[in-house]
């Protein structure tokens, strides 16, 4: 049924375009010199002498060719020009489709002496904090969006939508330098498509203005899409249809529409799909909530936005609606207002089967679990912003943000030990979410610059769950009442608010040092409410009073800094001391604590764009609200939390070195960090396990734990390929509670990458990679798990107008109980389209070989899981598509 309507929409849809094109025909051909030679980038504006018919503009490729969109019948003055020739001025009218003009220019009569222009070609640049990726160097025009551009340039990666550069994560997304959806990156590369990419540029400590350069303390990671001239003033961005072929009831309908100029753009995406091909979840939206101030970084002032968000991937069925609209306006040169809606409306099936393994002092307790859910998620999020800018010394912005979700949620988990149990868990929650800011940037003087900011948050998050099963669980807990069946139910509710305020001053106090000192006050409410009670069989409710919660917690931080900048040689350094004085109240307890926050960073500048830097600070942190509840609260089935209002904040010493060498980027690069972590006192999780039951107790221990991480990478580029090595190992100790006993642990997570890129020729291009990745747990006992995948990338053009692109994977798994799996899977696409025509026929093949099952493997606490995830099946599409 679903695939009838679709076919009809589809009909409708093309048709409705064909008729829309009628009266529009297609004028094509080549601008020459008078040897007969191509010219390239030459402008043509055909401008109609009718006032409701829109001049069409079109710049020639590097053959020469243009292509126009004009009016049947109406007559244009039609102008050619380039810098180097005379320009040609003609009237003309044109009633035929497809019809060829070409045009000879004639060269200026000024002549220039000969000029020697010496110049190598570098296919990646880096001046001062840029890089910058020349795309045609990289790419062969087989690449359909952003994501399949960035899979071919040394030094990125692309991973579950996030892109990191020499091993860091790009923070902020730009189009012509303009945030792109607030900076999502996952909007942008896969939706913005490849053809219309003329270069990459990674910037690093991206600032959105010069008078951010010395007040902001952020370290943005910008990746900035430059446009090709060609799509600069124009609209461009294609429409996706597909429909499963024979018996699949698979579909899909894709628009994405993009504008770009000085004074104003937009962006329009869409997603209709049932195949796992999502573009934004409601997790991906809770991480564009805040941070959206300059100055003043921000966490959530609440702690259940994600509780009821799932993922994108590994998912069993899924139903995808999804709309987004970007838009930025310059009204006059000091104003301009920007902003984005986003709608999201998923329903989401999960299907997996897991062996957990529960280790208690020497013994071990191995259940078997089948976990099916489903999830009905509806979010939505508005976002405006307001930049003026009186003077090149004063700026203000204003954001305001506001996010809201509801979800449905059920799952069904059958969990064995001896005997075989069923438990049914519902859950109905919705969250509401506002936030906005206010800031100002000033240069008062030529030695000051001063910035104050406004943020405030409210959360608001309110949610019922209900476990229910034939058998008795969470007895040991819970005075629950015998029955022949057995229903928990939970009620929650938490309101929070966060607000803060900060005024700074950056003093270039003399040429050899910079002082800078600010003020900030920050204050947080919360207040969490929770409820249970038992229902039974004839609809009675028993509700459990002692257990309810109803936590005020309330934080307030007054602090000072000062901070001293200077440069002496290559040696950079900046040295920082700031004094909190907190106020912490909640259950009728309150703490007053003094903590002072240092901060060191050394920067040397070995040579041009080779760099070692250190970093050294002494932080705090509060614990997660409900560590701090004084009742228990339901986590699952199986699982409790009681938390504990004496727990104040956790402390910890960090240290980092990094060292980079950019200096022959074009030819080889190499970075490598080392982060150390000292933290006393720290959190901890205490459990106290009753077979599968676990009721976890937050505590605070003096015990140090500790962590190492280090981030390896080195590139080469050749002329034809470019070679990646990645290695990163982490090791952390850390103390394990059980049952009141502390056993110390050590586990270690390896991860080895390596990528091979290589251009067979002008239209092939190959992709081989191979990567590692290992766990291994020690503690009384030796428990690890690994993966080996090798996977290829290829795509080639055939016979000029055909695409063929393949992806394949191979995955070897060793899980923490030692049995071993393995799995393949592959994609292929074939793409057939005209020159100079906007319709595409493809097919899509997606898991040819039918895998159903990916495995995972996961430790946290005292439990070791290896995940049997059921995905999608084989999905066939036939597609359909029409590029502006």
Not at 403 to 426: G, V
Not at 782 to 794: G, I, K, M, Y
Request: neutral net charge.
């Amino acid at each position: 049924m679903v695939f009838k309507k679709l076919t009809v929409f589809c009909f409708i849809f093309f048709t409705a375009i064909l008729v829309a094109q009628k009266n529009t025909i297609i004028i094509s051909g080549r601008v020459l010199d008078s040897l007969a030679q191509p010219i390239v980038k030459a402008t043509l504006i055909a401008k109609s002498k009718q006032a409701n018919v829109k001049t069409n503009y079109s710049i020639t490729d590097v053959n020469g060719y243009y292509k126009l969109k004009l009016q049947k019948g109406v007559t244009y003055q039609l102008s050619i020009s380039h810098l180097s020739y005379k320009t040609l001025q003609k009237e003309v009218t044109f009633l035929e489709n497809d019809a060829h003009y070409s045009v000879v220019l004639k060269i200026k009569a000024e002549s220039l002496d000969e000029v020697i222009i010496n110049y190598k070609y570098k296919p990646i640049e880096k001046k001062k904090d840029t890089i910058t990726y020349n795309l045609k160097a990289f790419t062969n025009g087989n690449e359909f969006k952003m994501k399949d551009v960035l899979e071919k340039l040394p030094g990125v990666k692309v991973e579950n939508s996030t892109v990191k550069v020499q091993g860091k994560t790009v923070t902020k997304l730009l189009v012509e330098g303009k945030p792109f959806f607030d900076g999502s990156t996952k909007l942008a590369i896969e939706n913005i498509p490849a053809d219309v990419m003329d270069k990459i540029e990674i910037i690093s400590n991206y600032k959105e203005s010069e008078l951010l350069r010395n007040l902001a303390d952020n370290e943005d990671l910008a990746l900035n899409v430059v446009l090709k001239e060609d799509k600069k003033n124009f609209m461009f961005g294609d429409i996706e249809t597909g429909s499963g072929v024979a018996l699949d009831e698979f579909y899909k309908l894709h628009p994405a529409l993009f504008k770009y100029n000085p004074k104003s753009n937009f962006s329009f995406i869409a997603d209709v799909n049932n195949f796992n091909d999502n573009s934004l979840s409601f997790s991906d939206l809770s991480r564009l909530v805040g941070n959206t101030s300059n100055l003043l970084r921000q966490g959530s002032s609440a702690n259940s936005l994600l509780s009821l968000a799932t993922g994108n991937e590994e998912r069993f069925q899924s139903l995808t609606r999804f709309s987004a609209f970007n838009f930025q306006k310059e009204i006059s040169d000091k104003f301009t207002i920007s902003g984005y809606a986003v709608y999201s409306n998923n329903d989401i099936q999960n299907k997996a089967n897991s062996l957990r393994e529960y280790i208690v002092d020497d013994t071990s307790i191995e259940e078997n679990r089948e976990d099916f859910s489903n999830t009905a998620n509806k979010s939505s999020m508005f976002t405006i912003k307001l930049d003026y800018d009186p003077s090149s010394n004063q700026k203000w912005l204003y954001n305001a943000n506001y996010l809201t979700n509801s979800s449905l949620f059920d799952k069904e988990s059958i969990s064995t030990l001896e005997d075989a149990n069923q438990f049914l868990t519902d859950t109905n929650g919705d969250n509401y979410n506002f936030s906005h800011n206010l800031e100002g940037y000033f240069r008062v003087s030529k030695k000051h610059t001063m910035g104050i900011a406004f943020y405030q948050n409210v959360i608001k998050s309110n949610s019922i769950d209900s476990w229910s099963s034939n058998n008795i669980f969470l007895d040991n807990f819970l005075p629950l009442q015998n029955t022949s069946s057995y229903q928990i139910l939970q009620n929650n509710s938490i309101d929070a608010q966060q607000v803060s305020f900060l005024a700074k001053d950056y003093w270039l106090a003399s040429r050899y040092f910079h002082l800078f000192y600010d003020v900030r006050y920050s204050k947080k409410n919360s207040t969490i409410r929770t409820n249970i009670s038992q229902a039974l069989p004839d609809e009675t409710i028993v509700k459990f009073i002692n257990f309810d919660n109803n936590n005020i917690l309330k934080l307030s931080d007054v602090n000072f800094g000062i901070g001293i900048k200077s440069l002496i040689g290559k040696l950079e350094f900046t040295l920082e001391g700031r004094p909190h004085f907190y106020n912490f109240s909640r259950v009728q307890l309150d703490n007053a604590t003094f903590f002072i926050e240092p901060k060191l960073t050394l920067s040397y500048k070995i040579d041009d764009d080779i760099e070692l830097d250190f970093d050294y600070n002494y932080s705090n942190n509060f614990l997660n609200d409900l560590d701090y509840l004084e009742n228990l609260k339901i986590l699952s089935f199986n699982a409790v939390l009681q938390g504990n209002p004496n727990l104040v904040d956790e402390r910890s010493h960090n240290f980092g070195i990094f060292y980079s060498n950019y200096k022959n980027v074009d030819d080889y690069f190499f970075s490598s960090s080392l982060d150390f972590s000292i933290n006393n006192p720290v959190r901890n999780n205490g459990v106290f396990q009753d077979g599968i039951n676990q009721l976890n107790a937050p505590v605070l221990l003096s015990l140090a734990e500790q962590s190492l991480s280090s981030f390896n990478e080195f590139g080469l580029v050749f002329n034809k390929s470019s070679l990646d090595f990645t290695f990163s190992f982490d090791w952390f100790k850390t103390n394990q509670v059980i049952n009141n006993n502390v056993t110390q642990i050590n586990s270690y997570e390896y991860y080895l990458k390596t990528k091979w890129l290589y251009k067979l020729s002008k239209a092939s291009q190959l992709n081989l990679q191979y990567k590692y990745s290992g766990y291994d747990v020690v503690a009384e006992g030796d428990n690890n798990s690994s993966e080996h995948t090798f996977s290829l990338n290829f795509d080639t053009k055939l016979f000029k107008n055909v695409i063929f692109r393949t992806d394949f994977s191979t995955n070897f798994v060793t899980n923490f109980d030692e049995g071993t799996q393995n799995y393949t899977i592959q994609n292929l696409f074939l793409g057939y389209s005209k020159p100079n025509s906007p319709i595409s026929y493809n097919i899509n093949f997606k898991n040819i070989y039918n895998n159903g099952v990916i495995v995972r493997n996961t430790f946290g606490n005292n439990l070791f899981i290896s995940n049997q995830v059921f995905t999608l099946p084989r999905v066939f599409l036939f597609e359909l598509n029409y590029k502006f």
